[in-house]
């Protein structure tokens, strides 16, 4: 079966750098799309960065220009670089998959609504 299993997270200070990573098995991402969320307390669930398997992005505007999403197709792992971090950025992490497609909400924002398979997720906390 499809198994996620995200790394990576940590606390940081404003400004800083973190890179997650998401080991995939059961699936090789050859259709269908991987992506990243995340969720902060009393929040919902909240689409940040999506790719499809002809190798498209797209970015919740609030991570655009900090935020890479890529995927090393050797190792199967998903990748999330973070730059420039913000305590607005601060939130559990998750990678998800669906054999799909991406799934997309209003002005073509990736939303979590539809993606089958996630992971458990990793803490990530920016501090100002």
């Known amino acids: 079966q499809v198994q996620l299993v995200e790394s990576g997270g940590g606390s940081v200070q404003a400004g800083g750098s973190l890179r997650l990573s998401c080991a995939v098995s059961g699936y090789t991402h050859s259709s269908g799309c991987m992506g990243w969320f995340r969720q902060a307390p009393g929040k919902d669930r909240e689409g940040i960065a999506v790719?499809?398997?002809?190798?498209?992005?797209t970015y919740a505007g609030s991570v655009k220009g900090r935020f890479t999403i890529s995927k090393d197709n050797a190792k199967n792992t998903l990748y999330l670089q973070m730059n420039s971090l913000k305590p607005e950025d601060t939130a559990m992490y998750y990678c998800?998959?669906?054999?799909?497609?991406?799934?997309?909400?209003?002005?073509?924002?990736?939303?979590?609504?539809?993606?089958?398979?996630w992971g458990q997720g990793t803490q990530v906390t920016v501090s100002s």
């Open positions: 790719l499809n398997t002809g190798g498209s992005t």
């Open positions: 998800a998959a669906d054999m799909a497609r991406c799934y997309y909400a209003d002005y073509g924002r990736p939303t979590p609504a539809g993606f089958r398979y």
